[in-house]
């Protein structure tokens, strides 16, 4: 292995550690992201569905607000590790430039620089898994562009939607106000629209 002569690891060979580093911890966020996006919706749906007979106001109450606030809770983790994700990825595209690595298959890098690498296009065009990253060109029914963030915020608003219809709804019926569920399911899609769109804030990238 190649040293820096004074035994301790070269300059590459810390890079590819990171490198490694790097790629585990993205690794990592993503299955758990996988593991949450799968049972976040299940639990919210099958609570909704369950309480969907019209229980006491105190049940729906404190089952709505459980979910409620351990849904948010959720959803605040799962933000901060979309900015950790995000990070990781711009590091290993930096780290992929000083590599060397260059584009394969034609593609046009991520622009940060980088000498030719294995089955470079040609001096200058960084590469690597994540330089190469496809650009988010796919829209549903040609409309809607698709990306990572709108599914997340589209997954977790109606599942905060299904809770603040439950915690809603058992308010109102607490109060005896009439058409309390009707009211309590526009106060769930209110707030499930709502989430979707500060999510859609959060990661709106900052104008220069």
Do not use: C
């Amino acid at each position: 292995m190649p040293t820096d002569g004074d035994g301790g690891l070269s300059q590459t060979e810390l890079l590819r550690l990171d490198y490694q580093q790097t790629t585990d911890m993205l690794r990592s966020l993503t299955d758990v992201r996988f593991k949450l996006l799968a049972l976040v919706p299940t639990l919210s749906g099958a609570a909704v569905a369950v309480l969907g007979h019209p229980g006491s106001a105190a049940e729906l109450l404190a089952i709505g607000l459980l979910g409620l606030i351990a849904t948010l809770g959720i959803l605040l983790y799962e933000l901060r590790n979309t900015q950790l994700s995000e990070y990781g990825m711009r590091r290993a595209r930096q780290i992929e430039a000083q590599l060397g690595l260059g584009a394969l298959g034609g593609g046009s890098g991520a622009g940060l620089g980088g000498g030719a690498g294995l089955g470079g296009t040609g001096p200058g065009v960084a590469g690597g898994l994540f330089s190469e990253r496809p650009t988010q060109t796919l829209r549903l029914f040609g409309l809607a562009p698709i990306d990572r963030d709108r599914g997340l915020a589209l997954v977790y608003g109606a599942a905060l939607a299904g809770w603040t219809y439950l915690v809603a709804w058992g308010a109102l019926r607490g109060l005896d106000v009439g058409a309390a569920r009707k009211l309590g399911a526009g106060i769930g899609a209110a707030a499930g629209l709502l989430v979707i769109a500060e999510v859609g804030r959060v990661h709106r990238p900052p104008t220069s």
